[in-house]
């Protein structure tokens, strides 16, 4: 089975992410690619795909959207995860959850209608305070925002050994469930 990984980060923190899924899949599954979203020349010849992006002003960055939109057709052929890089756990503890569900919420009436998704997650990356404009700084840190890096690798791999299980569980026999199988080859 060939897997596509594909990401959009403006820091680094959603490449180190996809790049860690892709080899975690990659033990199981065998063939599967990481890419940046710009270096995707084709998606033809994938069995699957999940696709990320770093969220800044409440969006997925414009490569990971033009690269979406661009090959909608193409994936919505094919099983899709997406997951979302943001900043929800650096806010105070009060407001972490609901900052979540709604970024979740927000992303997925806005951007994916095109494709039905097998998942979307939201994480979070890093987010240092070098990102946020100095006067709110202050601000942030003493309503109990924090600042620094966030990723919950646990809940990554949890996320990454479901989309795994979905791929392997339902490959033996039939192909990627809700495709038909292969058809036989020669004669
Ligand atoms: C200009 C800018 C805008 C951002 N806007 C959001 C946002 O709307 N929602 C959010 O959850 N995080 C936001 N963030 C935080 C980033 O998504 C977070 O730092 C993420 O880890 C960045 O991923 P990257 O390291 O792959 O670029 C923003 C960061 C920057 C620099």
Redesign the pocket.
């Given at each position: 089975m060939r897997v596509l990984v594909a990401?959009?980060?403006?820091?680094?923190?959603?490449?180190e992410?996809a790049q860690h899924v892709a080899d975690r899949m990659a033990v199981a599954l065998g063939e599967v690619e990481c890419r940046s979203v710009e270096e995707v020349k084709s998606v033809s010849g994938y069995d699957a795909f999940v696709v990320g992006s770093?969220?800044?002003?409440?969006?997925w960055?414009d490569p990971a959207l033009v690269f979406f939109t661009h090959n909608a057709h193409e994936l919505a052929k094919r099983p899709v995860w997406v997951f979302s890089?943001?900043?929800?756990d650096a806010l105070p503890r009060l407001f972490r959850k609901r900052?979540a569900a709604l970024?979740q919420q927000r992303l997925e009436q806005s951007q994916f209608q095109d494709v039905e998704l097998r998942g979307h997650k939201?994480f979070?990356?890093?987010?240092?305070a070098a990102?946020m404009p100095g006067p709110l700084r202050v601000l942030f840190r003493l309503t109990g925002g924090h600042f620094g890096d966030?990723r919950d690798w646990t809940s990554i791999d949890d996320w990454t050994d479901d989309i795994t299980a979905q791929l392997t569980g339902s490959s033996e026999g039939a192909g990627v469930q809700g495709l038909p199988p292969d058809p036989p080859t020669g004669a």
């Open positions: 990401y959009a980060s403006a820091l680094g923190s959603t490449r992410i770093a969220i800044h002003n409440q969006a960055l890089v943001g900043m929800s900052g970024q939201v979070s990356g890093v987010y240092e990102q966030l």
